[in-house]
């Protein structure tokens, strides 16, 4: 166990809990939600150790246990726990294009020496490698589960008396991303959905795919909203950071060259630009460059 006191499970808003993120090992957001006739988990966690600490949680606040499991994608950070949850009894849903996806890491070699050829092939980040190694030692133990009810369109679940929404979004940074937005207590789980994703080893977005996004996340209308890399937002929060961004991608349009559209923000800004911003721009001029 690597949880510590500030890691521990926390209540967001009446029944909805989460599981902080971890950056030590990369650990996701695990979310709770409870009604008076069930309660789901909001991703599966990378392994045996992360599931341990959020039911450790769930036992100290005496919670119920989840009796079901959403992932809101398929990456392993997410799904690794998934196994666990299985035996458990928890049912998993996820959409087809997740489905798909587990079935393609369920057939690759989890193995250490697996590992570091995933990690030379260039499908696995080193950093990851060495969480994955640290989370699960035993190798044995680095299992992919299945899914055992597959969302299509947007689908409501009933808690008893608590309705839960799965709202499939079109995000940057997977095909396969789910919302989880519970209307009642005001919180929408995002996963990784905001964040960017590699185009021919290229990381950034598609502008109007992003525009796009921020403005359906927006419109949930809820108080805040659970990334999975970092603290809970609220609304407003969510505003600071994806407006100026959305912003910069109605500014770049589709023009990828990154130096002159930097010059000319500073100068519609009036002032020089903060690294993050240039930075930002790069993720929307470095994929327009590409001509995907
Ligand atoms: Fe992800």
Redesign the pocket.
Known sequence: MITDESRRLRCLNGGVWYLPQDERTDRPVLGYVRGTEGALMVDAGMGPGHVADFFEGIRKHVLPSPDRVVLT?W?W??VLGLDDLSRCGLKAYGRGETDRELEGLRGKDWSDSGLDAMVRAGDLPAFSRDCIRREIPEAAQRKIGGLDILVGDERSLDLGGLEVSLVPLDSP??DDSLAVVVPEYGVTFL??AI?GRRYRGVYGYRVEQFIAMVHRLLGFGTDWYVI?HMDPLSRQGLEELLLPMAEMAEFVGDRGDAEGCAEEYAGKLGRGLTEDEVQTLGFFTQVNALEL
């Open positions: 994608h990456h950070d997410h940074h997977t996963g990784d964040y999975s």
